[in-house]
Each structure stands twice: as C-alpha cells, then as structure tokens.
C-alpha cells in the first residue's frame, strides 16, 4: 500500500471521527464557526461540519450550588456574619439563553466572581437599612429581597437563581454578650410581671373569697336571729296560752288564779338552785315582796288576775 493511500484513509478517518460529536446528558454544546456563534448542539450523537464548526463551551444546564460566606453592617453599626447557600442553574434551554451563558462572561470562574459579590451585595443593601436585633427573625425576607434584585441581573446572564438558603447570622462576640443581656433582662422583667399580675389574682381571689365568707356568715345570722325572734315569739304566745287556759280552769274550780303565779315562782327558785353555778342571787322573800313580784309577773304576762291579800 502507498504512503498516499495511508494518508488518504487517515484524512477520511480524521474527517469522520470530527464530524460526530456526542453531548452528555444534561449538558448542551455551544459550536462556532470561524469564532462566530453557529450553532447548539443538544445531548446525544451529534453531526458536525468537520474542521469548520468547533465547540467552543459545553454549558451544564443541571442546578449547581455554592456555599458563600461574608458580612454586614446593620443600621445601628453592628457587624452581622452570614453563612449561605445559593442554588442556581441555567434559566432555560433556548438559543439565546445558551448564547449568553456561553458568551457574557470570559470564563466559569469570572461568572462565579459576579454571581457571589451580587448575592452579597443585595444582602448587605438589606441589612444596612435594619437593626440588629431585626436581622436574626428576617430570614425569608432577606431571601425574598436578594431574589427580587438579581431576578432580571440574572436572567440577562442566562441564568435564574433558584434559592438562597440562609443557614447561619452570627454577630460579633461582644454584639452576642450584650444581646443576651438584653434577651436575660426582658425574660427577668416578664418573669417580675407575670409574678406581680398572679399575686394580684391570688389576693384578689382571697378577698373575694372572704368577702363572700362574710356575706354567707352575715346571711346565716340574719336568718338564725330572725329563727330566734319566730321562736321567742311562738314561745310567749304558748305560754300567754297555757297561763290563759290554767287561769280559765282555776276559776271555773273557784280557786285563787295567783296561785299559778306563785307555781312559777317557786319553780325559778328551784331552776336557781338547780342550774346556779355559785351565782348569789337576792330575793325578797317576805309577803309584801311576794306580792309586788306577783304583780310584775302579771303585768308582764298581761295576765288580769287578783291575788289573794290574805296572809297565811
């Protein structure tokens, strides 16, 4: 075989082994033509112009993450550490998206530059107008204020920032101490007022509870001393009764009536002796005596009744 008919199957060879170009998948291949943008080849087997089209950037079109680190200023000057991850990927895969991502930046490492200095940059415009003790619960707003900036920065880059995910807002040393003074004092202070407001329920409720006591107790009385009266009264009426009837049967038996009153007075005489407990107690025990204290018994009975004036 002649050294023209090897270098003949080489060309052939050469020229169809470059005109087949495989694309993985999840990925696209962007191929030029002198330097100018030709044409995007998709994943799988894939027909090229041997020698005049070339691949100038195989573009991952899958979601990629970066890990960023970084800090800044709040309002009232406090430096805030933040911890990040940010989750990107291609916005799409139409050919003037593809172009961008191929051709706005010179390399992989200078988009990265830009990307992660924006992402910084819309966090640390966020926080600058906020307090420290607001940052810590402003989580998804931070987020939602990053993505609300980048969104159109993105898209004219190709691409579409998927989420940021905020996993650490640390402060400085000395910023945590005196937070945590803070957040100790204001738990002290709850801690005092939830103390003073059950003092004040359990006092109230005492003196809630006693006035009710003494409102029961003043209710028991009235309706002991009301029973007492009704007794008294039934009492005085039994007896004004039985006098009554004993003085009705005295005279209907011709005998003295005052004889009843004298019954009673030797009976408290006895219930003296009987219930006395070393009390001295005076009485008049002469006729006239007697007489006069018959007297008032009747008086006080109402009991119109003559005593017998013989003296015996």
Aim: hydrophobic share 50%; proline share 1%; charged share 25%.
């Amino acid at each position: 075989m002649g050294t023209l008919t090897i270098i003949l199957i080489i060309a052939i060879v050469l020229l169809i082994w470059d005109g087949f170009k495989v694309v993985q998948q999840g990925k696209v291949a962007v191929l030029t033509i002198f330097g100018k943008f030709s044409r995007v080849l998709h994943p799988g087997l894939n027909l090229k112009i041997p020698f005049i089209e070339r691949v100038f950037r195989v573009i991952s079109i899958q979601n990629r993450s970066v890990e960023l680190g970084f800090q800044a200023i709040t309002a009232d000057q406090a430096n805030v550490n933040f911890t990040a991850m940010l989750l990107y990927t291609v916005l799409d895969q139409r050919e003037e998206t593809i172009k961008n991502v191929a051709f706005k930046f010179i390399d992989e490492k200078s988009f990265m530059q830009a990307l992660v200095r924006s992402v910084e940059g819309s966090v640390r415009s966020f926080v600058a107008t906020k307090k420290q003790a607001e940052v810590l619960s402003l989580r998804k707003e931070i987020v939602e204020a990053v993505k609300l900036q980048l969104d159109k920065t993105l898209e004219d880059w190709g691409y579409h920032l998927i989420d940021l995910q905020i996993n650490d807002i640390t402060f400085d040393e000395e910023v945590m101490r005196s937070m945590a003074k803070v957040v100790a004092s204001n738990n002290l202070k709850l801690a005092a007022e939830n103390e003073g407001q059950a003092l004040l329920i359990t006092k109230t409720k005492a003196a809630e509870a006693e006035g009710n006591a003494i409102k029961i107790a003043a209710l028991a009385e009235k309706e002991a001393a009301q029973l007492r009266g009704q007794g008294i009264a039934l009492f005085r009426q039994e007896v004004a009764k039985g006098m009554a009837l004993a003085a009705q049967q005295m005279q209907d038996a011709n005998l003295d009536a005052s004889l009843i009153l004298f019954s009673m007075w030797t009976e408290a005489i006895k219930n003296f002796a009987e219930h006395g407990k070393g009390n001295v107690i005076f009485l008049d025990g002469s006729t006239e005596g007697m007489e006069k204290t018959l007297k008032q018994l009747m008086a006080i009975g109402n009991i119109n009744i003559k005593p017998n004036n013989s003296k015996n």
